[in-house]
């Protein structure tokens, strides 16, 4: 069975910072892309950051571009997402998943990553964990 879970979560100042840890078991870790998705209260998901299998390829979406750095250990089969500069609109669940893919970009077979990877490729997510930026 598959367990996704995720921490790291909780209520900061804007321009702080927030590490989010997610630990994965009963898959082999290190087959997969993994990714970060986040959903504010009303709106709809957006993904947020992605990272291929061995943590050779990474992506942002534009609106954390310079401010957010995903990274896994395939060791302990842990995904992270480092987040600095936080802002208001920031404010979010956050949720880690398995990919199906084993690579990421900007663009997956010429179509959108962040759209195909909600249509077809989203396998296996967490509870999420809750981000408050504050103004």
């Known amino acids: 069975q598959v367990q996704v879970m995720e921490s790291g979560g909780g209520l900061v100042q804007e321009g702080g910072s927030l590490r989010l840890n997610c630990i994965v078991s009963?898959?082999?870790?290190?087959?997969?892309?993994m990714a970060w998705f986040r959903q504010a209260p009303g709106k709809e998901r957006e993904g947020v950051s992605c990272?291929?299998?061995?943590?050779?390829?990474?992506y942002h979406t534009d609106s954390v571009k310079g401010r957010f750095t995903v990274s896994r250990d395939n060791v302990k089969n842990t995904l992270y997402l480092q987040m600095a500069s936080l802002q208001p609109k920031d404010t979010a669940m956050y949720y880690c998943a398995v990919d199906l893919r084993a690579t990421c970009g900007e663009y997956y077979s010429g179509e959108d990553y962040f759209s195909t990877f909600f249509t077809r490729y989203l396998e296996h997510w967490g509870q999420g964990t809750l981000v408050t930026v504050s103004s």
């Open positions: 009963g898959l082999i870790f290190d087959d997969y892309a």
């Open positions: 990272i291929s299998w061995n943590g050779g390829n990474t």
